[in-house]
């Protein structure tokens, strides 16, 4: 048993309201220079819709992630002799207009225009080419429009067109928020041919080096949920970096300090790396997310603890992963489940499906719904967090409607439901940490680098002055 550390995220998306906070504080944080215009760190996608970039799901197309031929696992973009071949031309390689073409206002029109019959107007010109340009696409130019065309382009919807017609009155809508995976089988840390891009051995965070990335973009047809970027000014790849400098800190990533809905549950894990590529040879698509949970290993127990420890695993951090809120989510709970297992990559962001209103014909007749007959198809969310296995969607949205009845049944003090999965206490876990948890029981990080906790830091903030990360300056 090989134990390794690893930051792992969890996204509530009954309570995103797509809001895209997260998106702007992240693009102000980290790509707010030239080249990195169009790039996105973390955006909001509204589901059923295309994303950002468009159609980024279809891997028939972009060839992303792994496949597994005759029990062996390989990059479905090709063999290293096929992408020896393709690297000065990579056809799977998405343009700028599959995300969008980033662009200004020509606003000196409006300041230094003279006396006119007329109002002046400041007209787009690009970031790129400094030219005039007409607007046609945007990160989030289908935001709320799950009604709409682009809607009826989702990849997931295609997959399933016999049993889902987006009729008026059967529209459904959720958020999807997005960022790396930072999985734990990176396709695009095996496509990179510099070796510029590595998973950290202390933390699981993903990075691309800029010293060692030779702009051979082969990172990004490789990763299936398309969150590596190319910088067109400087030639290299870029990513989220999970914040690892706040990470090393003991605080946050800024999407999960900065969300207004309270939606990211932030702490880390301890897996078996020996079962990872196992894990991820899974004949079954199914079976994968199961198999998945088997990787993720208790941290309360001896044996996990003490193979944590011979690995160099610090007891801060076994610590956290101890109090750790994703484990009980992803593991003890299982209500989170990972985005498009199928690809293989063994995600670390976790979302917990949406519940959603009741269809119109069942409203009358019950107060809490079963998972079957809730708006969003459960054919649907299968295709996005299950591979198509609509029981592992209906199990978790029942564990998430046992919980809404327990704790309705005790506000009007009558007897729990019968035939619970788990014990009542359980449920009202749960309902603290997904409803009214507080900032600091939402996120679980070791202290930094300095030996500080959030919450000291948070204390220092604005009154010690500029200090180097460890006390090295």
Same mark, same amino acid.
């Given at each position: 048993?090989?134990?390794?550390?690893?930051?792992?995220?969890?996204?509530?998306?009954? @309570?995103?309201?797509?809001?895209?906070?997260? %998106?702007i *504080?992240?693009?102000n944080?980290?790509?707010?220079?030239?080249?990195?215009?169009?790039?996105?760190?973390?955006?909001?996608e509204?589901?059923?819709?295309?994303?950002?970039?468009?159609?980024?799901?279809?891997?028939?197309? $972009?060839?992303?992630? $792994?496949?597994?031929?005759?029990?062996?696992?390989? =990059?479905?973009?090709?063999?290293?002799?096929e992408?020896?071949?393709?690297?000065?031309?990579?056809?799977?390689?998405?343009e700028?207009?599959?995300?969008?073409?980033? $662009?200004?206002?020509?606003?000196?029109?409006?300041?230094?225009?003279?006396?006119?019959?007329?109002?002046?107007?400041?007209?787009?010109?690009?970031?790129?080419?400094?030219?005039?340009?007409?607007?046609k696409?945007?990160?989030? $130019?289908?935001?709320? =429009?799950?009604?709409?065309? %682009?809607?009826?382009?989702?990849?997931? =919807?295609?997959?399933?067109?016999e049993?889902?017609?987006?009729?008026?009155?059967?529209?459904?809508?959720?958020?999807?928020?997005?960022n790396?995976?930072h999985?734990?089988?990176?396709?695009?840390?095996?496509?990179?041919p510099?070796?510029?891009?590595?998973?950290?051995?202390?933390?699981?965070?993903?990075?691309?080096?800029?010293d060692?990335?030779?702009?051979?973009?082969?990172?990004?047809p490789?990763c299936?949920?398309?969150?590596?970027?190319?910088?067109?000014?400087?030639?290299?790849a870029?990513?989220?970096?999970?914040?690892?400098?706040?990470?090393?800190?003991?605080?946050?990533?800024?999407?999960?300090?900065?969300?207004?809905?309270?939606?990211r549950?932030?702490?880390?894990?301890?897996y078996?790396?020996?079962?990872?590529?196992?894990?991820?040879?899974?004949?079954?698509?199914?079976?994968?997310?199961?198999?998945?949970?088997?990787?993720?290993?208790?941290?309360?127990?001896?044996?996990?603890?003490?193979?944590?420890?011979?690995?160099?695993?610090?007891?801060?951090?076994?610590k956290?992963?101890?109090?750790?809120?994703v484990?009980?989510?992803?593991?003890?709970?299982?209500?989170?489940?990972p985005?498009?297992p199928? /690809? +293989?990559?063994?995600?670390?962001?976790?979302?917990?499906p949406?519940?959603?209103?009741?269809?119109?014909?069942?409203?009358?007749?019950?107060?809490?719904?079963?998972?079957?007959?809730?708006?969003?198809?459960?054919?649907?969310?299968?295709?996005l967090?299950?591979?198509?296995?609509?029981?592992?969607?209906?199990?978790?949205?029942? +564990?998430? =409607?046992?919980?809404? %009845?327990?704790?309705?049944?005790?506000?009007?003090?009558?007897?729990?439901?019968k035939?619970?999965?788990?014990?009542?206490?359980? /449920?009202?876990?749960?309902?603290?940490?997904?409803?009214?948890?507080?900032?600091?029981?939402?996120i679980?990080l070791?202290?930094?680098?300095?030996? @500080? *906790?959030?919450?000291q830091?948070?204390?220092?903030?604005?009154?010690?002055g500029?200090?180097c990360?460890?006390?090295?300056?």
């Amino acid at each position: 048993m090989n134990i390794k550390a690893q930051v792992a995220m969890v996204m509530n998306l009954d @309570k995103c309201i797509g809001c895209h906070t997260c %998106s702007i *504080t992240c693009k102000n944080v980290w790509t707010n220079r030239e080249g990195a215009e169009y790039m996105y760190f973390n955006n909001v996608e509204t589901k059923p819709g295309i994303g950002y970039p468009k159609n980024w799901e279809d891997q028939e197309k $972009w060839k992303g992630g $792994w496949q597994v031929n005759g029990g062996e696992l390989s =990059l479905r973009t090709g063999s290293k002799l096929e992408r020896i071949l393709k690297l000065f031309y990579h056809p799977q390689q998405p343009e700028l207009l599959d995300y969008y073409e980033p $662009w200004t206002y020509d606003y000196e029109t409006l300041i230094n225009s003279t006396r006119k019959n007329h109002q002046p107007v400041a007209r787009p010109r690009s970031l790129i080419t400094q030219k005039r340009m007409n607007i046609k696409w945007g990160p989030n $130019w289908d935001d709320d =429009l799950a009604g709409g065309e %682009s809607a009826r382009q989702d990849v997931n =919807l295609k997959k399933i067109a016999e049993d889902i017609t987006l009729e008026f009155q059967d529209i459904f809508m959720k958020y999807l928020p997005r960022n790396c995976n930072h999985c734990l089988n990176p396709a695009c840390v095996a496509a990179c041919p510099s070796g510029a891009i590595y998973k950290r051995d202390e933390d699981g965070v993903v990075l691309v080096s800029q010293d060692a990335c030779r702009g051979w973009r082969h990172c990004i047809p490789a990763c299936p949920y398309k969150k590596v970027y190319y910088n067109w000014k400087t030639n290299k790849a870029e990513k989220c970096t999970f914040c690892y400098p706040r990470l090393e800190n003991g605080l946050p990533t800024v999407c999960t300090d900065t969300c207004v809905g309270r939606i990211r549950y932030l702490g880390i894990i301890l897996y078996d790396a020996d079962a990872v590529l196992s894990t991820a040879k899974t004949t079954d698509e199914k079976n994968i997310y199961p198999t998945l949970l088997d990787v993720i290993k208790d941290p309360t127990s001896p044996e996990v603890q003490a193979a944590a420890r011979q690995a160099g695993i610090s007891e801060a951090v076994i610590k956290a992963a101890e109090i750790s809120p994703v484990y009980k989510i992803i593991k003890r709970w299982q209500l989170a489940l990972p985005l498009h297992p199928e /690809y +293989r990559t063994l995600p670390m962001v976790w979302y917990i499906p949406p519940l959603s209103p009741i269809m119109k014909v069942q409203e009358d007749k019950v107060y809490l719904p079963n998972s079957e007959t809730m708006r969003i198809p459960l054919a649907y969310l299968a295709e996005l967090f299950s591979a198509g296995d609509t029981k592992v969607i209906a199990r978790t949205l029942q +564990r998430l =409607l046992d919980m809404r %009845s327990v704790m309705r049944q005790k506000e009007i003090n009558a007897a729990p439901p019968k035939n619970l999965e788990f014990e009542v206490g359980e /449920y009202e876990k749960m309902y603290r940490l997904l409803g009214i948890a507080k900032y600091a029981d939402r996120i679980k990080l070791p202290a930094g680098l300095q030996g @500080k *906790t959030h919450e000291q830091l948070r204390e220092l903030q604005g009154s010690a002055g500029y200090a180097c990360p460890g006390g090295f300056c």
